[in-house]
């Protein structure tokens, strides 16, 4: 089955993250409903896709993609801003995308939403 | 009365009970490894809505599944028609189940809800004084 260049590259780093940074992850028991039980199968079956690393990125990109739909957000996202950006985390991304942005005065780290 | 079956009247596919029959799936459970940071932060949320950590989660990768599959129709249609297909067989339904994968992918189920909304991108679409009531009742239950 057809897999893009992008998709095999985040395949391999991926599984690299098995091997080192164990530290960064938790390794966490998903009991989902039937559904979704059905789905993991079959891209596990089909498209081989390891499903240990298959949501670790996935997770990050949707919890930075639901943080940025409303302003609301910026109270809980300063909850977590006193420790170092893990990297890869839904909260690097926003770094990344520009939505939080680090002063470079020292004096902490400032929110700056991005307007839509 | 003794009857002969004809077994060139019968095709190969799933039986009749194969069919209907969920697979093995009740009690399914994979592990999966999470960001930390994003486990704290699906953790204050869990907090924040009174949600346990495992419903966070799975709400998520449901909805990671969903963007997973619409990104692979994307890029190829057939592929992704045959993966849904096949986590539909795997729960004991088919292409047109009304509640299944495809049905998600294809848009079965949503399909006059889509059209609907598409008329909202209509410069001239002038939605009724009860809906613009309504707004105003959601936007006053945000604040």
């Not at chain 2, 039986?15 to 960001?35: A, C, H, M, Q």
């Not at chain 2, 249609?77 to 189940?97: T, V």
């Amino acid at each position: 089955m057809k897999k893009t260049l992008a998709s095999k590259i985040k395949l391999s780093l991926n599984d690299s993250l098995s091997e080192t940074g164990s530290d960064a992850f938790e390794t966490i028991t998903l009991r989902p409903n039937e559904d979704v039980g059905a789905m993991i199968s079959a891209l596990n079956e089909l498209l081989r896709l390891p499903v240990s690393t298959l949501f670790v990125d996935e997770i990050s990109k949707k919890l930075c993609d639901l943080l940025l739909e409303s302003k609301d957000n910026q109270s809980i996202i300063q909850e977590f801003l006193d420790e170092p950006l893990q990297a890869g985390s839904a909260l690097s991304l926003l770094e990344r995308k520009g939505a939080i942005e680090d002063e470079a005065d020292g004096e902490g780290t400032a929110l700056t939403f991005v307007d839509e | 009365m003794t009857y002969h079956f004809d077994l060139t009247k019968f095709g190969d596919g799933r039986s009749f009970v194969e069919r209907f029959k969920p697979r093995e799936l009740g009690n399914s459970k994979f592990n999966i490894k999470v960001r930390k940071t994003d486990l704290s932060l699906i953790d204050r949320l869990a907090e924040l809505t009174g949600k346990s950590r495992a419903f966070i989660l799975n709400a998520l990768v449901q909805n990671i599944l969903m963007d997973m599959l619409h990104e692979r129709y994307e890029e190829d249609e057939d592929s992704a028609a045959l993966l849904a297909l096949y986590a539909d067989q795997k729960l004991g339904k088919s292409e047109s189940s009304t509640d299944g994968w495809s049905a998600a992918l294809f848009g079965l189920e949503s399909y006059f809800a889509k059209s609907y909304w598409l008329r909202h991108d209509d410069d001239n679409y002038e939605p009724s004084e009860e809906y613009w009531e309504i707004t105003r009742r959601i936007q006053a239950l945000k604040k």
